[in-house]
């Protein structure tokens, strides 16, 4: 009786240890089904802030700096776009936080974050602008992920 409940023992600690190891892979497989869905959403974050400095002008120093809502601008639901700092008197930087950026489908939306800071000095030239896009495999964190794990990838262009 003694050897059946210590064989029993070593064969549930052996089967618990295999099973540990086989869910960590699980975790790990899916994490890397959906990384590329989180980077192509940071990329096109980013292409979607170069198109708005770019043509657009969204992000233009001249401009007057607001909250605002731009619709359809790379073929994307509403882009909310927030300041941080209206109006600051050269040399500052002057940061833009695009709040949130949608891609795809309704049934199946992938995020990007994205936040432009442009380097003013004291005549008003740009020395330098930083685009950061941050993006998700699922929709924008604080609302209720449709896909798990919620996984983030960015991507930073600077010139």
Not at 21 to 49: H, M, N, T, W
Not at 134 to 142: D, I
Request: with cysteine; proline share 6%.
């Amino acid at each position: 009786m003694m050897y059946a409940v210590l064989f029993i023992t070593v064969v549930l600690t052996i089967s618990m240890g295999i099973l540990t190891v086989a869910l960590r892979q699980f975790s790990v497989s899916g994490i890397s089904k959906e990384s590329p869905r989180a980077l192509y959403a940071a990329d096109a974050g980013l292409e979607c802030a170069f198109y708005a400095e770019a043509f657009s002008r969204y992000f233009s120093t001249t401009s007057p700096m607001n909250d605002q809502t731009y619709a359809g601008l790379c073929d994307t639901n509403n882009i909310r776009v927030r300041i941080a700092n209206p109006n600051p008197t050269p040399p500052a930087t002057l940061t833009w936080d695009v709040i949130e950026v949608r891609f795809g489908l309704e049934t199946d939306l992938v995020c990007a974050k994205v936040s432009i800071k442009k380097n003013v000095d004291a005549t008003g030239h740009i020395t330098l602008t930083t685009i950061d896009s941050r993006g998700y495999n699922t929709e924008c964190p604080g609302t209720t992920p449709k896909r798990l794990p919620l996984v983030e990838r960015g991507l930073t262009a600077t010139y």
